[in-house]
């Protein structure tokens, strides 16, 4: 609320932080407001698919996403499978960016990064300037975050903590690794958000393999009365779950072989890196 920007990119306005703004409609509310303190002669990329209401903004509007008609999209995208490297052009309103690459995986990022191609566009970049970043860009730590790899274990942590978060890192693991095994280690975060979000986190994890909870991380919150892991585990279709502490997420692992590990949640579960990496090289 405090940014009056020139260029301004909406990706999601998903219900999340509800002990914040108690609502989604706040929450729509908020971005409307953002989007109306863009400068005159500004420009608004939205997600394709994002509704939102732009009758107080005066900047002019786009649309991006991944694969669906937009002003700016990905075309001809492929997974090159010799580098594990996504492949794609990006059509803008003046044309094809041609032969872009990018060295970090997921599908999600791709689509983060036909975004920022777009304002990078909308900015003066050039089509040679927005390949050589995307190329380049080498990533965040927990986002899709590669701790190892050997020919035959992969283990990825990830900083997703809400349902769509994890619907889109799964999927762009799936994606990427077609056919093998996942086992994905979940760490709540918050109490509101598991009590408000179960069902649909309970859908989310069903995506993998293998299931393993442990207890949610409360950071600011107090507990809340009946609300834990066991109501996300409990309300999961997936057969092979498991609701255990972190101890024994590491005796789990010690005593079973998965082809790919991923850690997910924004609490303290990253903390559990080093351990995990290191039981899979004990294996190895």
Do not use: W
């Not at 999340?16 to 929450?27: A, E, F, P, T, V």
């Not at 924004?266 to 351990?275: E, H, R, T, W």
Request: glycine content about 6%; proline content about 4%.
């Amino acid at each position: 609320m405090h940014l009056t920007p020139l260029l301004a990119l909406v990706t999601s306005i998903d219900a999340d932080h509800l002990d914040i703004y108690g609502q989604k409609d706040k929450i729509v509310e908020s971005f409307e407001k953002f989007i109306s303190q863009i400068l005159p002669g500004g420009s608004l990329v939205i997600k394709k698919g994002v509704e939102l209401n732009t009758e107080k903004t005066s900047a002019k509007i786009y649309t991006y996403s991944l694969n669906k008609e937009a002003d700016f999209t990905t075309v001809n995208l492929h997974l090159n499978t010799e580098g594990g490297f996504y492949q794609f052009d990006i059509k803008t309103p003046n044309g094809i960016i041609e032969d872009c690459k990018m060295n970090y995986p997921g599908l999600l990022n791709v689509e983060n990064a036909v975004g920022a191609a777009s304002l990078a566009f909308l900015a003066g970049a050039t089509p040679s300037e927005i390949k050589t970043g995307l190329e380049d860009y080498q990533g965040v730590i927990r986002r899709f975050d590669v701790q190892y790899k050997n020919e035959k274990y992969i283990y990825i942590d990830d900083y997703a903590h809400h349902p769509e978060e994890l619907k889109a890192f799964i999927s762009s693991v799936k994606e990427l690794y077609k056919g093998r095994k996942i086992a994905g280690i979940f760490q709540p975060h918050l109490y509101s958000r598991t009590r408000d979000f179960s069902a649909e986190f309970a859908v989310s994890l069903d995506l993998l393999d293998t299931a393993i909870l442990i207890p949610l991380y409360p950071a600011r919150e107090e507990p809340i009365r009946g609300i834990s892991s066991e109501i996300i585990y409990n309300q999961m279709k997936l057969q092979d779950k498991h609701l255990v502490t972190k101890p024994e997420v590491l005796e789990i692992l010690k005593y079973h072989d998965y082809d790919i590990v991923v850690t997910m949640g924004a609490g303290d579960i990253d903390g559990m890196a080093g351990q995990i990496t290191e039981i899979l090289k004990t294996k190895e």
